[in-house]
C-alpha cells in the first residue's frame, strides 16, 4: 500500500474538488423563484426566467442527459415541485437517484446501449406537442453525448457504437468526438431545440469539457454548431478512419458535405433566440477548491495546469518530472484537464489510471513522491474505479507480485496492476463530472 498519510491527504483534496462541482448544491443555491420569476447566476453570468403560470395552460417539462444529470434533477425537484408537469432525463447505469416527478432513465457510456436509445426516445415523447407558452429546463452534464442516443436517418445504433469505439481508441479529442456525434444524430448539434420549439428553454450546464465551450459540452443539444460535415471527414482522415466506420456513416458525411443533407444550425440561427443557457460548474472550481484545501493543510501550492489536454503519457511525464523538481519542499502539484489516450492494447483501465501507471514508472528513484488521478464523475474508462494513487514504489512493489509493469502498460491494462496493489480509488458515482483531478505530493 502506498503511505497512508499521502494518501488520505490527496483523497482529502479530491473530495474537497469534487464539493465545489456538486450540481445539486450549487443549482439549490444559485437559484431564486419570486413568483414566476426564476433566476439563477453562476460564474459571472446570470440569467433570468418567467415560468408558466400555475393556472395557465403553458407546462413546465424537464429533461436531460449526463452522468450528473440526477444531482441536477433533484434540484430542480425541490426548486419547483408541483410546477413540474412532466420530466425524463437519461443517466448512465447505476447513476440514478430517486425522484418523484422526474423520470429516470439509463444508459450506456462511453459507448450507446439499446437502453440508452430506448430512454432517448422516451425523453422525446416528453418534448411532442410543444406550444410557445410551455418551459422547457434541459439538464446537461458529461456524458451526455452517449447517453442521448438518436441516430440519425438512415443510421442504427450499431453503427453510432462502431464508429465510437474507433474514436475512443484512435486518440481523438472529445471535440473531435463530438463533431462526428453532432453530425450522426438527430438530436445534437443543436437539433433538440428543433423538438423543443416553439417553447422557450432554459439549459443548466455541468461542464466536463477544456474551455466550456457550449458546443461540445455533451455535444451541445441546445447550442449552436460551427462544425460542419467537411469537419468530420477531415477528421477521419486524420485518424486513418475513412475506410474503418460503417458505410452508412461515412455515405451520410460524404452527402452531407456535398449539400444533400441539411447541416446542423449555425451561430445566428433564429431557433436560437428563445433559447438561454448557464453553465453552473467547471473543472476550474475544482482545482481551486483543492488548491483552498491545500493551503488550509499547510501545503505550498502549485497548479501545473487548469486546463491540461493532449497525451496522457506525455502529460504524466511532464507532470511527475514537475513534481521531482519540487521533492524536498512540501508541496501540492495540481492539474486539471482531460488527457487523450490512444489504446493499442487489449487490457482495461482509463486514462487516469494509465496517467498513474506512466507516473509512477517516472518517480522511480525518487523519495517522497505520491500522486493521485481521478475522475471526477467515478468513473474512469468502462471500469469501475475512478482513477489510482502511484508513487515510487508501485512498480517495485508490483514486481514483489511477479507482475510486470511496463508489459501491463504496453496491454493498456493499468487496472490490473493497480487492483491487486490495492491502488484503485473506487469512488461510485459521485453526482458529478468535471474531467479529471491530479494530485501531486512532494513531501
Known amino acids: 500500500m502506498t503511505t497512508a498519510k499521502q494518501r488520505e491527504t490527496a483523497l482529502d483534496l479530491f473530495r474537497a474538488g469534487l464539493a465545489a462541482a456538486d450540481p445539486y448544491r450549487l443549482l439549490k443555491e444559485y437559484t431564486r423563484l ?8 453562476s ?3 446570470r440569467v433570468e426566467w418567467e415560468l408558466p403560470a400555475l393556472d395557465s395552460d403553458g407546462r413546465l417539462i424537464v ?4 452522468k450528473g444529470a440526477a444531482s441536477l434533477a433533484k434540484a430542480v425537484e425541490e426548486s419547483l415541485g408541483d410546477r413540474i408537469k412532466s420530466g425524463r432525463i437519461v443517466v448512465k447505469h447505476d447513476h440514478g437517484l430517486p425522484l418523484e416527478r422526474i ?13 440508452g436509445l430506448a430512454g432517448t426516445s422516451r425523453l422525446l415523447e416528453e418534448l411532442e406537442g410543444t406550444r410557445p407558452d410551455d418551459r422547457v429546463i434541459f439538464l446537461l452534464t458529461g456524458g451526455g453525448s452517449a447517453l442521448l442516443v438518436a441516430p440519425a436517418e438512415g443510421l442504427n445504433l450499431e453503427h453510432k457504437i462502431e464508429t465510437t469505439r474507433h474514436l475512443l481508441h484512435c486518440g481523438a479529442t472529445i471535440q473531435e468526438m463530438n463533431t462526428l456525434r453532432k453530425h450522426l444524430s438527430a438530436v445534437k448539434g443543436g437539433r433538440l431545440l428543433e423538438r423543443i420549439a416553439p417553447a422557450r428553454s432554459m439549459t443548466f450546464i455541468i461542464s466536463d ?10 455535444s451541445g443539444p441546445t447550442a449552436p454548431d460551427p462544425s460542419t460535415f467537411s469537419d468530420c471527414l477531415e477528421i477521419l482522415a486524420r485518424y486513418r478512419l ?9 455515405q451520410r458525411l460524404r452527402d452531407g458535405a456535398e449539400g444533400r443533407i441539411s447541416e446542423t444550425p449555425k451561430p445566428g440561427d433564429p431557433i436560437f433566440s428563445e433559447a438561454q443557457h448557464l453553465i453552473l460548474a467547471s473543472n476550474r472550481q475544482t482545482v481551486e477548491a483543492a488548491r483552498s484545501r491545500a493551503q488550509e493543510l499547510g501545503y505550498e501550492v502549485e ?21 521531482a523538481e519540487l521533492a524536498g519542499r512540501r508541496v501540492v502539484l495540481l492539474a486539471g484537464g482531460e ?32 500522486l493521485l488521478s481521478a475522475g471526477t464523475d467515478g468513473t474512469d474508462g468502462p471500469t469501475d474505479a475512478a482513477g489510482a494513487f502511484a508513487d515510487e514504489t508501485t512498480f517495485d512493489r508490483a514486481r514483489s507480485r511477479g507482475l510486470d509493469p511496463l508489459a501491463y502498460l504496453a496491454n493498456n491494462d493499468a487496472y490490473h496492476l493497480f487492483e491487486p496493489l490495492g491502488d484503485l480509488l473506487k469512488t461510485g458515482p459521485t453526482g458529478t463530472n468535471v474531467m479529471d483531478l491530479v494530485v501531486g505530493l512532494a513531501e
Open 34 to 41: 419570486e413568483g414566476r420569476k426564476m433566476s439563477c447566476e
Open 43 to 45: 460564474l459571472g453570468s
Open 63 to 66: 429533461v436531460g442527459a449526463g
Open 103 to 115: 423520470v429516470v432513465e439509463e444508459g450506456g457510456h462511453p459507448l450507446p446501449d439499446p437502453a
Open 209 to 218: 469539457v477544456v474551455g466550456d465551450d457550449l458546443a461540445s459540452i455533451g
Open 242 to 250: 475513412t475506410e474503418e466506420v460503417p458505410g452508412p456513416v461515412l
Open 303 to 323: 497548479v501545473f495546469a487548469y486546463d491540461m489536454e493532449g497525451s496522457t503519457h506525455e502529460k504524466a511525464r511532464a507532470f511527475t518530472a514537475r513534481l
Open 339 to 370: 488527457t487523450t489516450l490512444v489504446v493499442k492494447g487489449s487490457g482495461k483501465g482509463g486514462r487516469n489510471q494509465e496517467f498513474a501507471l506512466v507516473a509512477a514508472r517516472e518517480m522511480e528513484g525518487h523519495e517522497g513522491l505520491f
